[in-house]
């Protein structure tokens, strides 16, 4: 079945760094979504990639769909406490219905020192 | 105004006993899901529904039985609890299944004594 590998599980980073987490599929991806889960928080949808290449912003954080649709990046600039929490990248396998399921990867823990 | 809420926040019951989890949105979306959160933090779905249709059930014991009175609702029954049911359920719901954002409720802390 479908895989979708995440790396680093960890990252530790001094406030003010860059962050980086990548998202890998075993399969072609119809889209790709990221979501952020706070410490003691639920899931919170961040943005959906569908297009081959596309690259999305919002403020310090930058997402990639890669020209394969089968791997993303999401890129934070200038880390802040605020950005502390689990990120997870998500995505649909392209051979499956629009009613499958979202496979998750298994999350990127970013814990940020002031 | 919660979009996915789900009840109750917490759970703590003895092995073998049964419990309910309810959820409900109001954001009129067509599909909902169960989510099992263990404590590595990895994400798994076990059931979605999209319109009172059972459309996804992973593999999961048949101890685990979801129910969709409506689109809006979708509870979750757990027979004879074991250990290793401990975990966060999250229930969710989006639009149109995997093309649309899901939007998660707060999670059920199912602790097994």
């Known amino acids: 079945g479908q895989q979708v590998m995440q790396i680093p599980q960890y990252q530790h980073v001094q406030e003010g760094e860059d962050f980086t987490t990548y998202c890998n599929s075993s399969t072609t991806l119809s889209n790709i979504q990221w979501y952020k889960q706070r410490p003691g928080g639920h899931p919170v949808f961040l943005i959906q990639l569908v297009k081959s290449g596309e690259v999305k912003k919002q403020k310090r954080l930058t997402f990639q769909f890669g020209e394969a649709k089968k791997n993303s990046s999401l890129h934070i600039t200038a880390t802040q406490t605020t950005d502390v929490g689990t990120y997870f990248c998500a995505g649909l396998d392209a051979g499956g219905t629009s009613y499958g399921k979202l496979t998750f990867g298994q999350g990127t823990i970013l814990t940020v020192h002031p | 105004d919660t979009a996915v809420s789900q009840t109750p926040k917490y759970l703590v019951t003895q092995m073998g006993n049964d419990k309910s989890i309810k959820c409900e949105q109001n954001l009129g979306h067509d599909t909902m899901y169960w989510y099992k959160q263990d404590s590595k933090k990895f994400l798994k779905i076990m059931f979605s529904?999209?319109?009172?249709?059972?459309?996804i059930n992973e593999t999961v014991p048949n101890r685990f039985s979801p129910k969709s009175p409506d689109k809006a609702h979708l509870n979750l029954h757990i027979n004879s609890l074991e250990l290793g049911d401990s975990a966060v359920y999250f229930c969710?719901?989006?639009?149109?299944?995997?093309?649309?954002?899901?939007?998660f409720g707060d999670g059920t802390r199912l602790s097994i004594l």
């Open positions: 969710a719901s989006s639009q149109t299944g995997g093309l649309a954002p899901q939007h």
């Open positions: 529904y999209n319109n009172k249709e059972l459309i």
